[in-house]
T-cell receptor, first 115, second 112 residues
């Protein structure tokens, strides 16, 4: 069975500081991995995805993530936080070989950005 | 206009009432999904559908039913609402062969 663990339900950083949101996954088959962002009172928006191409994935708004198979991790980073990055972030996994496309989500991490 | 829309956006209902949440999409995708979001639990899959004749249960389908009226429409029903179904509900779509899902804005449901 697949699972996703996001370490830290709340992360607080100062504006301009590095953002690091942690995601570890468990999958018996090669996974597809995703990071979604949810701004207040909005739906989920895809930040970036890993689908077995380059292991370093660049997304929107200056975010990137690196797929590390040996560590079963897909951590999300951004060099310099902006106030507008305050939101909830979800890591998700699906089976690359699956036709259903079912996503398994982590618990979510709320990012607070302090001025 | 949004590609995936959900109605209503907010709903308050009483225990025991039947309620339907609706989802429509203009993306032309064949796959549609219903999730619920609870604080600290992320999103969990309720039902998913590949086409109007193909409906599948997700991990938390008890107490819910769905209807795929057309390729573009996928409705979620709570036959007899209970307070622990208070949550944020999301509809999502995906194309055959695609990898990512596209989410609607969500419906906030409160059962009193």
């Amino acid at each position: 069975a697949q699972s996703v663990t996001q370490l830290g339900s709340h992360v607080s950083v100062s504006e301009g500081a590095l953002v690091l949101l942690r995601c570890n996954y468990s999958s018996s088959v090669p996974p597809y991995l995703f990071w979604y962002v949810q701004y207040p009172n909005q739906g989920l928006q895809l930040l970036l995805k890993y689908t077995s191409a380059a292991t370093l994935v660049k997304g929107i708004n200056g975010f990137e993530a690196e797929f590390k198979k040996s560590e079963t991790s897909f951590h999300l980073t951004k060099p310099s936080a902006h106030m507008s990055d305050a939101a909830e972030y979800f890591c998700a996994v699906s089976k690359s070989s699956s036709n259903t496309g079912k996503l398994i989500f982590g618990q979510g991490t709320t990012l607070q950005v302090k001025p | 206009d949004a590609d995936v829309t959900q109605t209503p956006r907010n709903r308050i209902t009483k225990t025991g009432k039947r309620i339907m949440l609706e989802c429509s999409q203009t993306k032309g995708h064949d796959r549609m999904y219903w999730y619920r979001q609870d604080p600290g639990l992320g999103l969990r899959l309720i039902y998913y559908s590949f086409d109007v004749k193909d409906i599948n249960k997700g991990e938390i389908s008890d107490g819910y039913s769905v209807s795929r009226q057309a390729q573009a429409k996928f409705s979620l029903s709570l036959e007899s609402a209970i307070p622990n179904q208070t949550a944020l509900y999301f509809c999502a779509t995906r194309s055959e062969g695609g990898s990512e899902q596209y989410f609607g804005p969500g419906t906030r449901l409160t059962v009193t």
